[in-house]
């Protein structure tokens, strides 16, 4: 996995790569009917932003699914105070 840049530009370009994987696998409804470059054109971005983020389009997938449960899991205070409820209803 490549290392993560933290500037602006960076997070948008990572975000249009998975607005665009997210689109395409709701169309296709499998990851492996899913190209690079058919991503790239979607996101209207170059092969080489591409791989300047990830390595390959199970890594966009995976990045998606750690945004979903970080969301998740801050969202959901009951779970985030799970450790103080051991044994006790909350």
């Excluded at 975000?15 to 690079?36: H, M």
């Excluded at 979903?68 to 105070?81: L, P, W």
């Amino acid at each position: 996995m490549k290392v993560k840049n933290v500037n602006s530009n960076a997070k948008k370009t990572e975000e249009r790569i998975k607005d665009s994987f997210i689109k395409l696998l709701s169309k296709k409804k499998e990851i492996n009917q899913i190209t690079v470059t058919e991503l790239v054109n979607d996101a209207d971005l170059t092969r080489s932003s591409f791989y300047t983020h990830y390595d390959n389009l199970y890594e966009v997938a995976r990045d998606i699914q750690n945004d979903t449960i970080a969301e998740f899991v801050s969202d959901n205070q009951e779970f985030n105070n799970y450790d103080d409820c051991k044994g006790a209803r909350c």
